[in-house]
């Protein structure tokens, strides 16, 4: 073999090995964009805009800004609005949709969910923000100390919402003309750990003003670092004026996060939102806004107040003021607390209302009541991915299983159209009959079952772990509640589905039949109309009817309780 040869054949080597590498280099442009992430949710891909600064430097930590749309609006228009790029003159929401603008370059990289399109930010279109979240970090570095929120309208209330629930995620947010959903509001004492900018308008129609006033004045009497800008006869166009010149960019530029702050105050009633820095909750008096005011009085020394709070741990790996193996001095609603800890302790009530104790190395008994990941309400199974189950047990006609089939689809049809306007949830879980469940739809899904034990395969498996049954053959009642099985939620709705007379009222976020899925608790029962209930209650901490429950659902008659 002559040498020409070998080294026509080694430059041909070469020449492919290069060609291979550049393929596997390819990098995404500068600039706007949309890229998309699977979500677990319903097995879809799903959309998010992606603005990437010029001269991108893939081994560089750039900051980053999460922006949530508001209502009739999508992740390009966002993407466009934080630029303070609005639609051309005469140019609709469609047209303004197909393309992007050119805007002045900044050194961020900027992220816009979908989520779903017009259904708020809560549920699945939450765990959406989250999901976009995590797919940027997994595709770029990011500056984990410099990842701001912001939104406008429907998207200025998430923006309320899922910074508050979660503070020690961002360094800052900016909320514009806030429609929060209900239960934020009471969670403002977490503004107190991150600084917040509002923008309104004082003539907005659609937002009135004063829930913003309201909003900066509680917080200024907390003492958060709260600023506000009201745009004198503006109407629900706010944000117009509030992201003009990319001013959003120059005002986060003044903020970063402080992972290990000296003082920490969150408040919390839910176990899914358990955290901020370095204090976690473990266990929540049942129903109640649970509370903690923390902060380190010197090394080693911290001064605690609680409200509502039954256990909690505090964990100081890395925290300049704690010095591992040394004494940790802990006054705790105004008790002293002694301990010696690595980095980790957690505390609790001897009794209710009791005495605060450090828990020790000694074997404790496993907690089986309510906790993170098993504690309702009723849209908690609603929440993450779920199936929608009809039974088959009972051998129905037909005609039977038709109906069935039909109660089942109408309320796996998050999709239904709204108008123009509201367009579609874009959201596709699935129906299954029991006998089409899967081990791997147990193991990974919530499941909606429909029916009774008599007549779902599923419900009758768990019968004599079920606290209540709906008698056989009622059809006056409806009767849904939501239990933790097996690592996941069941929710059981027999006799009237959960939207039998609800009325078509209010701002059509969602559709009719889950309209009223945000307010119900761990249980309802009804007669008639689910307009009219006899019991919306929680179970009690022990995954129990409480006695009044089940008093009233003796007296109805149409109910069996399980022993």
Same mark, same amino acid.
């Given at each position: 073999m002559g040498s020409n040869w070998k080294n026509a054949v080694l430059s041909l080597t070469l020449s492919l090995a290069a060609i291979h590498a550049d393929v596997l280099a390819q990098k995404l442009p500068s600039g706007p964009q949309v890229l998309t992430f699977f979500s677990d949710a319903d097995d879809t891909e799903q959309p998010y805009g992606l603005y990437l600064p010029q001269n991108f430097d893939e081994n560089k930590k750039y900051p980053l800004v999460i922006m949530l749309h508001?209502? $009739? *609006?999508?992740?390009?228009?966002?993407?466009?609005?934080? &630029?303070?790029?609005?639609?051309?003159?005469? %140019?609709?929401?469609?047209?303004?949709?197909?393309?992007?603008?050119?805007?002045?370059?900044?050194?961020?990289?900027?992220?816009?969910?979908y989520a779903r399109g017009t259904a708020g930010y809560q549920g699945v279109p939450e765990q959406d923000v989250y999901d976009v979240l995590a797919d940027v970090k997994r595709r770029f570095k990011i500056d984990e100390d410099r990842t701001y929120l912001t939104g406008l309208s429907m998207g200025g209330g998430g923006t309320l919402w899922i910074?508050?629930?979660r503070p020690d995620i961002w360094a800052a947010i900016a909320p514009v003309c806030p429609a929060p959903p209900a239960g934020t509001f009471e969670l403002a004492p977490n503004a107190t750990n991150f600084p917040v900018h509002f923008f309104h308008g004082d003539a907005d129609p659609v937002v009135p003003v004063a829930g913003t006033q309201k909003w900066v004045a509680t917080l200024q009497d907390l003492g958060a670092e709260v600023s506000y800008k009201e745009f004198v006869d503006v109407k629900h166009d706010s944000w117009v004026n509030a992201y003009d010149s990319e001013?959003?960019?120059?005002?986060? !530029?003044?903020?970063?996060?402080?992972?290990?702050?000296?003082? /920490?105050r969150f408040v919390s009633k839910q176990y899914k939102y358990d955290k901020a820095f370095w204090v976690t909750f473990n266990r929540i008096a049942a129903g109640k806004l649970a509370e903690i005011d923390a902060k380190f009085t010197?090394?080693?020394?911290?001064?605690?107040?609680?409200?509502?709070? %039954?256990?909690?741990?505090?964990?100081?790996?890395?925290h300049p003021k704690f010095k591992p193996g040394a =004494?940790?001095?802990?006054?705790?609603?105004?008790?002293?607390?002694? =301990?010696?800890?690595?980095?980790? /302790?957690?505390?609790?009530?001897? *009794?209710?209302?009791?005495?605060?104790?450090? %828990?020790? +190395?000694?074997?404790?008994?496993?907690?089986?009541?309510?906790?993170?990941?098993?504690?309702?309400?009723?849209? +908690?199974?609603?929440? *993450?991915?779920? /199936?929608?189950?009809?039974?088959?047990?009972d051998n129905p006609s037909p005609e039977e299983l038709r109906k069935r089939v039909d109660i089942?689809?109408?309320?796996?049809?998050?999709?239904?159209?709204?108008?123009?306007?509201? $367009?579609?949830?874009?959201? &596709?879980?699935?129906?299954?009959?029991?006998?089409?469940?899967?081990?791997?739809?147990?193991?990974? *899904?919530?499941?909606?079952?429909?029916?009774?034990?008599?007549?779902?395969?599923?419900?009758?498996?768990?019968? !004599?772990?079920?606290?209540?049954h709906l008698k056989k053959g009622d059809t006056a009642h409806g009767l849904f509640y939501i239990l933790p099985m097996e690592g996941h939620y069941i929710a059981v709705s027999s006799g009237l589905?959960?939207?039998t007379g609800v009325k078509d009222e209010g701002f059509p976020f969602v559709s009719i039949v889950h309209r009223k899925l945000p307010e119900f608790k761990d249980i309802i029962f009804f007669k008639d109309s689910a307009a009219n209930l006899?019991?919306?209650?929680?179970?009690?901490?022990?995954?129990?009817?409480?006695? !009044?429950?089940?008093?009233?659902?003796?007296?109805s008659g149409a109910v069996d309780i399980t022993p």
């Open positions: 508001g209502a $009739g *609006s999508n992740h390009r228009l966002a993407l466009r609005r934080v &630029f303070g790029k609005s639609n051309a003159e005469g %140019e609709t929401d469609v047209e303004a949709t197909r393309y992007f603008p050119k805007w002045d370059n900044v050194d961020y990289i900027v992220a816009s969910p910074g508050l629930t001013y959003i960019f120059q005002w986060f !530029d003044d903020y970063k996060r402080n992972p290990h702050p000296d003082h /920490v010197k090394e080693n020394a911290l001064d605690i107040k609680t409200q509502n709070l %039954e256990k909690f741990t505090l964990n100081l790996k890395n =004494a940790l001095t802990l006054k705790i609603d105004g008790s002293n607390v002694n =301990a010696r800890t690595d980095s980790v /302790v957690t505390l609790f009530r001897e *009794s209710a209302g009791g005495k605060w104790a450090v %828990e020790g +190395a000694t074997i404790m008994s496993i907690y089986t009541g309510k906790k993170k990941g098993a504690e309702g309400p009723i849209y +908690a199974a609603f929440a *993450s991915r779920h /199936v929608y189950v009809y039974g088959t047990a089942a689809t109408q309320a796996a049809s998050w999709s239904q159209y709204r108008g123009e306007f509201l $367009g579609r949830i874009m959201f &596709f879980p699935r129906v299954l009959a029991d006998k089409e469940v899967r081990p791997s739809d147990i193991e990974s *899904s919530n499941l909606i079952l429909f029916g009774t034990k008599e007549t779902n395969a599923l419900i009758a498996k768990h019968a !004599d772990m079920l606290p209540v589905p959960w939207w006899l019991i919306d209650n929680y179970f009690t901490q022990e995954w129990k009817l409480d006695d !009044d429950t089940k008093r009233k659902l003796s007296a």
